[in-house]
């Protein structure tokens, strides 16, 4: 997962079918263990550049949530630790830390479901924070075509205005939308398209992650 513009996400879209009649009517909060892990590749789809491969493994769940480490795919190099909720919502990103997680899902997921949420985003590093007012909603199920095969996802989209908290100008302020494939069998996405404008509807991030493996540990 990427950090781009003091704003950490894990973020091509193919035409897509509608899945067959089997998917289950409600998708329960995802149950990962220790030692799982999603490999995404990361693509810069603005510039039309693939990135790095990076794998993020399951190290520890608590009740703090899921701790996991992001590692370079090839070499299997430590790149940072992170922290997401239950719900593998993001809570510490890396330099960024959301308070509460940043609502990417809200389970039990089913077709038509929305949600509403109100976020404060920290970077210490830099020394900011910023307010966050998320929508979320799921759109159906869709097939998609990833490097790691097909599936039957559940399609999301997830809008956020954003503001600096210590501007009073709109300079600092933005909308992010990420359209996100979140596979229960694997408890995680398979696909994740992000975007990023400024106040004025400017698009400087445009970033696609698609995941190229994953594994189960019993």
Known sequence: ??????????????????????????????????GDSWTYQYTDVW????????????AAIDEAGIHVDIKRAASGALLTKQLFSPEMNPVDRGGMHFAPAFARYAFPLAPGK????????????????????IKGKV?????????AGEFDALKIVVEATYSAEDTFTKNGSGQLTETVWFVPEINNFVKLDYRDTDWQGRLYNRDSWELTSYAHKQ
């Open 1 to 34: 997962m990427i950090i781009k513009r003091s704003f950490a996400v894990l973020c091509f879209i193919l035409p897509c079918a509608l899945a067959s009649a089997g998917n289950p009517a409600s998708v329960p909060l995802p149950a990962p263990a220790i």
């Open 47 to 58: 510039k039309g550049a693939k990135g790095n491969i990076n794998r993020i493994e399951v």
């Open 114 to 133: 929305e949600w509403n949420s109100d976020v404060t985003g920290n970077n210490p590093k830099l020394g900011k924070n910023w307010r966050y007012h």
């Open 139 to 147: 759109l159906d199920w869709e097939k998609v075509r990833v490097p």
